[in-house]
Structure formats: C-alpha cells, structure tokens
C-alpha cells in the first residue's frame, strides 16, 4: 500500500463542483506536510512549519463562519473587502509551497533518473526562489540538499508498482488541477492578494 493510499483525504476526493471545498482542501493538504516527514531530514520542518501556519489561518476563518467560506473562492470573496485578508494570504503562500511540491514531484516522476535533491532544487528555483529574501534562500538549499535518494523515497512512500505509481499520479494531477484553479482566482482579482 502507498503514502497516497493511507490519506485520510485525497486530492482526488476533493469536492471541486461548486468551488474547492475549504475543509476538504485542508484535509488533502495535511497530506502534504507528512509527506515531508518521508524525506527523512530535519531541514524540511521549515516547509512543514509555514505550511502548517497557513493551514491553520485558513482553517480559523473557516470555523468563523464555515457556511459563508465553505469554498476557498466564497473565503476568499468574503475577505476580499477587509484590510487585512489573514487567511487569503495563508492561502496563497500555501499554494506557492504546494506548487513547489508538486512540481517537484512532477519532475521526479517524467524524469526517473534523477535524483531527489535535483527535482526539488529545479522545482524551487521555478517557484518559491523569487518569493524569498536572502535569508530564506539558503535554508531552502540546504533542505533540497538533505533529500534522500530517490529509490529510499519512492521505497518509504511505497510507489514501487506501476499500480502505486498511478494512485500517486492521479493524486498529483488532482492537486495540479486545483492549484490551476486558485492561481485563476488569484489572477481574475488582483484585488485578493493586492500588497502581499
């Protein structure tokens, strides 16, 4: 059984049809943070942690008031008017880190021969790099450097199959297509993330 079997919510059950479900999103998105725990270094924790801070914002403005931000485009209509969109912002940051993770992922996957710490050091420089000061640059280096082998990885996430490779794949292209989605939002209104 795979990393992707064990979820206690997949990308791919993610209530999409009227706008992304915002508790189920966060679920799914858990997910994420404990895949990082698989990559067996401490130097992740600095990913895990700004995620779970922008988890936990999102998650704060749901319990607020959970019918009106029942979706992540409702919440992030209905905090487009106040001056400060805490849970707006988290949702962005947190779709930068998810970026990054899937398309590190992605690279791993249509390249088998390359190794972790490349995938995720390309992925980096393609998304969250220009988002960062020089503080934070080298912190990020020094994580993509502490990536284990390839084969270790796939071998802890149990996608050693082709049968685990497509659960993992359809997860993947779930989390692609609801990234797509928020950067579409974040695009037709400039207005949500103005300033951030």
Known sequence: MSYFDTLKLSYTNV????????EQFLEATEGVVKLFD????SAFSVVQNDMNGNIKKIREK???DAATNNTLQNLMAAEAPQKKR???EGLLWLSRGL?????ALRRSIENPEEELNTSFTKAYEA????????????VFALAMKACPYRKDFYQK????????????KAWLQALETILAT??????EHPEYIKGM
């Open 38 to 41: 698989l990559l067996g270094s």
């Open 15 to 22: 209530d999409t049809s009227n706008g992304i479900n915002t």
């Open 127 to 138: 998304t969250l790099r220009k988002h960062h000061n020089m503080m934070v640059r080298p």
């Open 86 to 88: 805490v849970a707006t």
């Open 62 to 64: 749901l319990q607020s």
């Open 99 to 103: 970026d990054f993770t899937a398309q």
């Open 182 to 187: 928020i950067n579409a939002v974040f695009k």
């Open 157 to 168: 996430i149990g996608v050693l199959t082709d049968a685990a490779l497509e659960v993992m």
